[in-house]
């Protein structure tokens, strides 16, 4: 997804053991049960003393231990809605037993919610009038389905990660660019690793900033508020949303594989033409192309403006896990439960407020834009080639407890707004001499917005 060359301004070193490069081969321990004593899921939470106190005033600020408070929290609810929580904030509660998911898992998931997404709204426009609003939960279950397909199975899948079988993985992978029109499978997963898993990861030959930088006009310098606003506006621009739709199929076309043109030409064109002798045009429009369009590259540019923070002005030393893992950290969705010992009255308000909150807010945040495993992205960029990717957040968690193996302490934000003023700071602060747009010598249009999905 390399945008274009850019003044000579990374590190000279090349990375020559794990150490030094910010992608570690070696997967960490298979995801176990963390061998912790905290009390049962759903049990009541354990009071928090003096000394656990004063060791969290002691730890930086934003990084982890085992037991998160936010997510802690929640330990009050019924048991039987703390797994459907974990999966929800991408936090488990410490000591909470794993569940085994596989790949096969995540790629029916995803195929599933794609189709029967397709079909709710198609249900809603057939019918019309009142049926009509069955169109909203069908975009998000297709626009969902859709996510999930990039962001982690066209994601391990270029990282030969999928189901390990070289051959099997770009199958897929190819499905899945004629079927999203993305970048080509063969382009991404050349350069996603050699642009944004390598020394070149957040400077001006990643995409990410790129994308920052061009897509999105953002610079150091600027307010949050101002980025802010920039980036809803294009949000809602039809300018931006057809330079990114053209741009989208440019980067697909250019130089893909036979088979994807292939599956392309069948889905869009013996698909378009079936729908304009049949009379359905309007309805594949609607059905289709509203949530792979506007709304999936609504998605993508809020997930961009998270995925990774801007190394602060000054750092000399770019190389190490230390560096590389500073740039990353995990977004958990949702916030603290109301507390114990209120007066009736008043916790029923809270409480009453709190589920309005992760009901309307939290959960379409994790559902339609932080999807999948991008909730805890910081643990792939510790171990991309890990097996344990489709386990990911009680991987993560189980990294976590065991110490994070050499790697720095993990970080976290708390809710969207919170992970994207972090990531805005961090480019109002960069230095502006190094992330200057006019020192990227030149931009391919075609590819420029492929840096979104990353």
Same mark, same amino acid.
């Given at each position: ?98 569940? &085994?998911? %596989? *790949?096969? !898992? $995540? /790629? @029916?998931?995803?195929?599933?919610? +794609? ?5 709710? =709204? #198609? ?111 294009? &949000?809602? %621009? *039809?300018? !931006? $949303? /057809? @330079?990114?739709?053209?741009?989208? +199929? ?5 130089? =893909? #594989? ?197």
């Amino acid at each position: 997804m390399r945008p274009g060359n850019t003044a000579s301004h990374s590190p000279t070193t090349r990375h020559t053991d794990s150490d030094d490069a910010p992608q570690t081969t070696t997967a960490p321990p298979s995801t176990t049960a963390p061998r912790t004593t905290t009390a049962p899921q759903g049990a009541t939470a354990p009071r928090t003393t003096a000394a656990a106190k004063a060791a969290a005033a002691a730890r930086p600020a934003g990084d982890e231990t085992a037991a998160d408070p936010v997510r802690e929290s929640m330990r009050r609810l019924p048991g039987p809605l703390q797994l459907p929580l974990t999966f929800l904030t991408g936090r488990p509660l410490a000591g909470q037993r794993p569940v &085994a998911l %596989s *790949p096969g !898992f $995540h /790629l @029916a998931t995803a195929s599933l919610s +794609v189709l029967a997404g397709a079909a709710v =709204s #198609a249900t809603g426009f057939v019918l019309g009038t009142w049926f009509l609003l069955l169109l909203l939960p069908g975009w998000a279950m297709t626009l969902h389905g859709q996510r999930n397909l990039r962001m982690m199975i066209y994601h391990q899948c270029s990282h030969r990660n999928m189901f390990g079988h070289r051959r099997l993985d770009t199958v897929i992978g190819n499905v899945i660019s004629a079927l999203l029109v993305i970048q080509n499978f063969e382009r991404y997963s050349r350069e996603h690793v050699a642009d944004h898993h390598a020394v070149h990861h957040m400077t001006l030959r990643d995409p990410t900033v790129q994308a920052f930088l061009i897509s999105l006009d953002l610079h150091p310098g600027m307010t949050r508020r101002r980025m802010w606003r920039r980036v809803l506006l294009k &949000a809602v %621009s *039809p300018r !931006f $949303h /057809l @330079a990114f739709a053209i741009s989208r +199929v440019r980067s697909f076309w250019h130089n =893909s #594989a036979a088979a994807e043109k292939a599956v392309a030409v069948a889905l869009y064109g013996g698909g378009g033409v079936a729908a304009v002798l049949l009379g359905a045009w309007p309805a594949v429009l609607v059905v289709w192309f509203v949530p792979v369009g506007v709304l999936y590259q609504i998605s993508n540019t809020l997930r961009l403006c998270v995925k990774h923070t801007f190394p602060a002005p000054g750092t000399t030393v770019r190389r190490g896990r230390e560096y590389f893992g500073s740039l990353t950290n995990a977004i958990f969705i949702g916030e603290a439960a109301p507390a114990p010992g209120l007066p009736a009255a008043t916790a029923a308000l809270r409480w009453l407020r709190w589920s309005g909150r992760m009901a309307l807010v939290h959960f379409p945040t994790r559902y339609l834009v932080l999807t999948g495993d991008t909730v805890v992205h910081d643990y792939h960029h510790r171990y991309p080639a890990s097996r344990q990717w489709h386990d990911y957040i009680f991987a993560r968690q189980q990294d976590l407890v065991d110490g994070h193996r050499n790697w720095p302490a993990y970080t976290a934000e708390w809710g969207l707004v919170a992970a994207i003023n972090r990531v805005f700071d961090s480019l109002s602060a960069a230095d502006p001499e190094e992330f200057d747009v006019a020192r990227i010598r030149s931009v391919s249009k075609r590819e420029l917005f492929a840096a979104f999905d990353d």
